[in-house]
C-alpha cells in the first residue's frame, strides 16, 4: 500500500477652377476696352488649378513642382491671330517645409492666371496645355503626375457690349475642339482642386538582436555601428533622413533625432535579447550597412525575416517597396566539462529510487518466504 502511494505520488478629398464648369472668372469688363481696339487684361485672379503631394508614409521633403503652359493653335479658335506673349510659361506648385505623412493631401497653387496670356480683345478660344516637368534625377520617393491637362478660356462679350467676361475649363487628355467657337467642345471635365498629384512613400527597417545557446550570456548587450547610403545618382541633399524608433520588449521609445542619409555617418547602437531598433522614412534604394562590433565569441547568422545579406559580421540590406528587416542572432555552444547534464539529474533520482524500491521489495518478499 505504501508502495502504491509512493508511485502515485511520483507520475499570442469658385472661383477656383472647378475650373469651369459655367461659371465666369471675371465678372464685367476684367479688360478695359475702352479704346475698342486693344486690351489690357487685368484678371489677376488665381484659377486655382492646384497640385496636391500626398504623403501616404514617411515625411516628404519640402520641393517646388515646375510646370509648362503652352498655346495649343490646334485646339484654339483665336480672335485674329494669337501668339503666346513666352513660347511656353513656366509655373511653379511650392511646398516650403517637410511633410509627415496624412490622409489629406497637401496643396499649392500652380498660380495660373488669365492676365498671364494677354489674350486678344474680341471672342474666342484659347487651348493651353499644362504639363508637370519631371526632372530627370527625381527626388526618392516620389511618383510624379505625368498627366496632361488642357485649360480652355473663352472669351465672350458681356451683356452690355462694354467689354468681355471669361470662362475657363480644364479637361484632361481627351479634349478635343468642336469646329465652331458657339459647339461645345468633348473631353472628361476635371476639377481645379484636382489638376496634378505626386505621391510620397517610404518605408521601414528594423534591426534586431536574439541571443541563442547554452553557453550564451542571455544579459549581454552588443554594440553596432549604422550607416545609410543613398541610391545611385542621388545626394544627401534629397532626403529629409531616417527617423529612429527603439523597441524594448513591449516599451517604445521614439528619439528626437534623425539620421543622415549621407553614405558617410555611423551611427552606434547597442541591442541585447528581443531588443531592436527601427528606422522609419528609407525611400526606395537606400542601403542600410549594420556590423556587429564585439561578438567575436558567438556564430552570428541572420534572422529567417532578414531581407539582407550577411557578410562576416555585417549585414547589407537595400530598401525595395515594402518594409525590410535586419536581424542579427548570436549563438555560442559548448561541451559542458561535467558528464551528467544537470537538467537530468531528477530524472536519473527518480530511477535510482525506483530501483531502490524494487530491491526493497525483493528483500522483503525473501523475508517473509524465509519465514
Known amino acids: 500500500m505504501k508502495l502504491k502511494k509512493f508511485f502515485a505520488g511520483v ?95 497637401y496643396q499649392a497653387s500652380l498660380g495660373i492666371k488669365i492676365s498671364d ?16 516637368d519631371v526632372p530627370a534625377n527625381k527626388t526618392p520617393g516620389v511618383t510624379y503626375d505625368e498627366t496632361t491637362r488642357y485649360l480652355v478660356i473663352t472669351v465672350a462679350n458681356n451683356n452690355d457690349l462694354t467689354g468681355y467676361v471669361y470662362y475657363a475649363q480644364l479637361y484632361d487628355s481627351s479634349y478635343s475642339p468642336a469646329a465652331s467657337i458657339k459647339d461645345k467642345a468633348t473631353g472628361t471635365k476635371v476639377p481645379g482642386d484636382n489638376a496634378f498629384t505626386n505621391t510620397y512613400t517610404a518605408n521601414n527597417v528594423v534591426i534586431s538582436k536574439d541571443i541563442k545557446g ?24 534629397q532626403y529629409v533622413g531616417a527617423k529612429v524608433t527603439e523597441y524594448d520588449g513591449e516599451t ?20 541585447g535579447r528581443n531588443q531592436s531598433i527601427t528606422l522609419t522614412n528609407l525611400p526606395e534604394g537606400v542601403t542600410v550597412t549594420v556590423v556587429e562590433t564585439d561578438g567575436s565569441e558567438y556564430t552570428v547568422t541572420p534572422s529567417e525575416d532578414t531581407t539582407g545579406t550577411l557578410s ?25 566539462d561535467m558528464g551528467v547534464v544537470l537538467d537530468n539529474a531528477p ?25
Not at 553557453?215 to 555601428?225: H, M, Q, V
Not at 529510487?353 to 521489495?361: E, N, T
Open 252 to 271: 517604445q521609445n521614439v528619439k528626437d533625432h534623425v539620421w543622415a542619409i549621407d553614405n558617410t555617418a555611423e551611427h552606434s547602437i547597442s541591442l
Open 347 to 371: 530524472y536519473i533520482a527518480m530511477l535510482a529510487i525506483v530501483a531502490i524500491g524494487g530491491v526493497a521489495l525483493m528483500l522483503n518478499k525473501r523475508r517473509r518466504d524465509e519465514e
Open 214 to 237: 547554452s553557453l550564451s550570456d542571455l544579459a549581454a548587450k552588443f554594440n553596432f555601428t549604422v550607416k545609410l547610403s543613398y541610391a545611385n545618382g542621388k545626394t544627401a541633399g
Open 11 to 105: 507520475l499570442a478629398a469658385a472661383m477656383m477652377l472647378t475650373v469651369g464648369a459655367t461659371a465666369a472668372f471675371a465678372e464685367g469688363p476684367a479688360a478695359d476696352t475702352t479704346t475698342g481696339s486693344s486690351q489690357t487684361v487685368s484678371a489677376d485672379i488665381d484659377l486655382g488649378i492646384m497640385k496636391n503631394y500626398k504623403v501616404e508614409k514617411g515625411t516628404a521633403p519640402k520641393e517646388d513642382f515646375t510646370f509648362s503652359v503652352t498655346y495649343k493653335a490646334d485646339k484654339s479658335k483665336p480672335y485674329g491671330t494669337y501668339t503666346q506673349p513666352e513660347a511656353s510659361k513656366s509655373k511653379t506648385a511650392s511646398f516650403d517645409s517637410n511633410m509627415d505623412a496624412k490622409a489629406d493631401a
Open 117 to 132: 496670356f494677354e489674350l486678344p480683345a474680341g471672342p474666342g478660344k484659347y487651348c493651353f496645355e499644362i504639363k508637370e
Open 312 to 336: 562576416g559580421s555585417t549585414i547589407t540590406a537595400t530598401i525595395s517597396n515594402v518594409d525590410g528587416k535586419i536581424g542579427f542572432v548570436n549563438t555560442k555552444e559548448g561541451t559542458p
